[in-house]
């Protein structure tokens, strides 16, 4: 079950509908960690919750939808508000930290932060990362269209889903979005009258190659780690 809703998930399924980039080159290996990654965190990919990213002949990423974080924080009954911004640097070499992504034009984007709070903690969960650390770059070292486009916004989404992540580490772990690993959030919404012929979605009996075990770990744990690094 995911948010609900029973879907199935078979390879044809993952690989025709579900890989952004280079779907033909996407193995059977891939596209079974990606229905587990699936199957063990109930994350409906048809919801942008969870996506599978292939270019060339590097490894394929599982990547975890923003959206997916913002909704299961909101469902924990211990989630007691966020707040989250970038750190700039100006032509005085003053460091500012601001909430939100209005970045000035003379300034220059060293880092995001994010702060959670929860209602069975003391303290808050505080996150600050390094831009040069996580911007998405190409071949040539540019950045890529989105990090060059939005940096202040993808900066910023990384430092929230690792304050998440580290405030609820039994709900998040495991988790990650294009944004932490230098890739591109895909702006794709699959047809509906493709999920429909598709049938449901049910993760439970989801199918995978024979030659890959079942009890394969989600992205993030270690099996996936190896295989994906």
Same mark, same amino acid.
């Given at each position: 079950? #995911?948010?609900?809703?029973?879907?199935?998930?078979?390879?044809?399924?993952?690989?025709?509908?579900?890989?952004?980039?280079?779907?033909?080159?996407?193995?059977?290996? +891939?596209?079974?960690?990606?229905?587990?990654?699936?199957?063990?965190?109930?994350?409906?990919?048809?919801?942008?919750?969870?996506?599978?990213?292939?270019? !060339?002949?590097?490894?394929?990423?599982?990547?975890?939808?923003?959206?997916?974080?913002?909704? =299961?924080?909101?469902?924990?009954?211990?989630?007691?508000?966020?707040?989250?911004?970038?750190?700039?640097?100006?032509?005085?070499?003053?460091? @500012?930290?601001?909430? !939100?992504?209005?970045?000035?034009? +003379? &300034?220059?984007?060293?880092?995001?932060? #994010?702060?959670?709070?929860?209602?069975?903690?003391?303290?808050?969960?505080?996150?600050?990362?390094?831009?040069?650390?996580?911007?998405?770059?190409?071949?040539?070292?540019?950045?890529?269209?989105?990090?060059?486009?939005?940096?202040?916004?993808?900066? =910023?989404?990384?430092?929230?889903?690792?304050?998440? =992540?580290?405030?609820?580490?039994?709900?998040?772990?495991?988790?990650?979005?294009? &944004?932490?690993?230098?890739?591109?959030?895909?702006?794709? @919404?699959?047809?509906?009258?493709?999920?429909?012929?598709?049938?449901?979605?049910?993760? #439970?009996?989801?199918?995978?190659?024979?030659?890959?075990?079942?009890?394969?770990?989600?992205? !993030?744990?270690?099996?996936?780690? &190896?295989?994906?690094?």
């Amino acid at each position: 079950m #995911a948010n609900g809703m029973k879907v199935t998930l078979t390879p044809g399924t993952v690989k025709n509908y579900l890989v952004s980039g280079d779907k033909d080159r996407v193995s059977d290996q +891939e596209i079974a960690m990606f229905i587990n990654l699936c199957r063990f965190t109930g994350l409906n990919p048809w919801l942008k919750e969870a996506y599978c990213i292939k270019y !060339g002949n590097e490894p394929a990423t599982l990547v975890v939808g923003k959206e997916a974080f913002f909704k =299961r924080a909101e469902s924990n009954e211990n989630y007691d508000g966020m707040d989250a911004g970038i750190i700039v640097v100006g032509l005085d070499g003053e460091i @500012v930290y601001r909430k !939100g992504t209005l970045k000035l034009p +003379e &300034e220059q984007i060293i880092g995001g932060y #994010a702060e959670v709070w929860r209602k069975d903690r003391t303290h808050a969960f505080r996150i600050e990362v390094s831009f040069e650390e996580y911007a998405g770059r190409k071949k040539d070292g540019s950045l890529n269209s989105q990090w060059a486009k939005k940096p202040a916004t993808m900066i =910023r989404k990384v430092a929230v889903v690792q304050a998440l =992540r580290e405030a609820f580490p039994q709900t998040f772990s495991g988790m990650y979005t294009a &944004e932490e690993q230098g890739k591109v959030e895909e702006e794709y @919404v699959p047809n509906m009258a493709d999920m429909t012929s598709q049938g449901r979605i049910d993760m #439970a009996q989801a199918s995978v190659p024979q030659d890959v075990s079942k009890d394969a770990q989600p992205v !993030g744990g270690s099996a996936a780690a &190896e295989f994906f690094s």
